[in-house]
């Protein structure tokens, strides 16, 4: 496997060896002799890790373009959260009590390189903590209460460890490069009780209230015992032993934390953490559904330093859409120069990545519902009046803001919408997915794949009707009654 350190800058890391190549930031990006590499493995030191940033789709593309990341987007998130942090350290409390209890002070510092510390009392710990964040570079903050606890875990830039530590992380790195094996965690229980989030003030959210009354119904038909749950309710999770999640969902947002914490207590999930962070993203899409040869229409991310392109490479009108837009939101048509210019102007002081595709109008989008990797249900979803998508929140009039839904039969579906689709939602994994696709000239062509689709009585159930609902319910009983794990990635 081939093993490539990225940093920001080349002299953030000067020790490349036999078993390594070192690569910045922007080359590891843009240049495609990284995307059509077949076997890789991604030591990811960037400076920050901060979402949307350089470091962040460094780990986001790799993943996409089949490489093994180190720290993966699920860690990154995870080394955000103190509550996830914590949730996942619990199994590890003895560990600490015992690592800590000389200490005299009341808090602790311990930098964590590349699973080891310069201190070897604390090499038990540090091999632990970095099981469970797998990252190269972390800082571990502790304080004593009525004993010691995990504050926080972050990563350590790699331009700021000490130099007096610096022979030390030579030393560890070149070992750890040298592995061949970076184990992971894995998670199983099996329980009968199923929480359903939802956002009773969602403007828009991927279940009406009927459809969810329909989602009781059938679980509780199932042998089910369950709740409807709001994001207050968080620390009850433990006491249910399935999620699934009905509202709008996003990294940046409590209902990865609740996906994320479900995952990490072996309870099963839906929408799957590693689903939402890889369909929410729409760079990561297009770089998956690229290097799969799955079609979509042009297609070029963008960054500041090839935005003076997109109109030589995409045309006007074209479209311009924000990594982690949803609902038509954050996505917008760029009709002249003067709109691209002032678009992208906007849309990169939040991400330093944004995709633009070429403008490719259809009356209507096909949406293929799939669940456990086989086609659920099929719709056309009209644009919306007067408009090109087929939400428009700025509609003048309520009924405006959202196009007709027509349920489809599926052998009234073109055979290459469903393969099409089918192709993209199994790049994902095996949750339930929605994959919204235009159809030109004969040829099917994917615009995103949905970790949360719509799932509305009255419009995705017009053929199925229950069954719909009893299908869904069917998949999570399966995952609990067969121990099905889900992997958290390295």
């Known amino acids: 496997m081939r093993k490539i ?6 002299r953030d890391w000067d020790e490349a060896t036999e078993d390594t190549e070192v690569v910045d ?8 002799a990284y995307t059509d590499i077949k076997n890789a493995r991604i030591f990811n030191l960037s400076r920050s890790y901060r979402y ?8 986001l593309l790799a993943e996409a373009r089949g490489h093994k990341a180190i720290p993966s987007v699920t860690t990154m998130q995870d080394l955000k959260s103190p509550t996830i942090v914590r949730a996942i350290t619990v199994e590890i409390n003895d560990l600490i009590q015992k690592s800590l209890s000389g200490l005299r002070s009341n808090t602790f510092t311990l930098s964590i390189y590349f699973g080891h510390n310069v201190a070897m009392k604390y090499e038990k710990l540090c091999k632990q903590l970095h099981d469970l ?3 190269p570079l972390l800082r571990a903050q502790f304080v ?5 606890v995990l504050q926080s875990i972050s990563p350590i830039p790699v331009h700021e460890v000490p130099e007096s530590h610096k022979a030390d992380l030579k030393r560890f790195a070149k070992a750890y490069f040298s592995r061949h094996r970076f184990s992971s965690v894995r998670v199983n229980r099996k329980v009968y009780d199923l929480a359903i989030l939802v956002d009773p003030n969602e403007k828009a959210p991927p279940s009406n209230e009927k459809a969810i009354q329909n989602f009781v119904e059938a679980a509780e038909n199932q042998g089910f015992y369950t709740e409807l749950i709001t994001k207050e309710d968080y620390r009850r999770l433990a006491e249910f032993d399935a999620l699934f999640i009905r509202e709008t969902t996003a990294v940046n947002h409590h209902t990865y934390r609740f996906a994320r914490k479900a995952h990490a207590d072996g309870i099963v999930v839906i929408d799957d953490p590693i689903s939402i962070l890889r369909c929410t993203n729409k760079v990561y899409l297009a770089e998956l559904l690229t290097k799969a040869k799955v079609p979509v229409p042009k297609t070029m991310i963008i960054h500041k330093d090839n935005r003076c392109k997109v109109e030589a490479t995409l045309g006007l009108p074209c479209v311009l859409k924000k990594p982690d837009s949803s609902f038509s939101q954050g996505v917008v048509k760029a009709k002249d ?19 633009g595709q070429e403008y490719t109008p259809t009356d209507f989008d096909w949406r293929i519902g799939v669940l456990d990797k086989q086609p659920l249900y099929a719709c056309k979803y009209f644009m919306a009046k007067g408009h090109w998508q087929i939400y428009n929140w700025n509609g003048k009039k309520k009924q405006d803001e959202e196009g007709e839904g027509e349920t489809v039969p599926f052998e009234q579906v073109p055979f290459h919408v469903l393969h099409t689709a089918l192709k993209a939602a199994n790049l994902i994994g095996n949750g339930l997915y929605g994959v919204d696709l235009k159809e030109i000239n004969g040829k099917a062509y994917v615009i995103e794949v949905n970790d949360n689709p719509s799932i509305d009585a009255g419009v995705e159930d017009r053929i199925l009707k229950k069954e719909l ?3 869904i319910i069917r998949s999570i009983k399966r995952r609990i009654d067969t121990h099905k794990n889900f992997r958290i990635d390295e």
């Not at 350190?5 to 080349?10: A, I």
């Not at 930031?25 to 495609?32: A, G, R, W």
């Open 469 to 471: 609902y009893a299908s």
């Open 52 to 59: 949307q940033s350089a470091g962040y789709y460094v780990s």
């Open 5 to 10: 350190v990225v940093v920001d800058y080349l």
């Open 25 to 32: 930031t922007q080359t590891y990006l843009t240049d495609s």
């Open 144 to 148: 004593l209460k009525e004993e010691w």
């Open 337 to 355: 120069a003067e709109g691209l210019k002032e678009e992208l102007d906007k849309m990169l002081l939040d991400s330093e990545l944004i995709i």
């Open 133 to 135: 964040f797998k990252a």
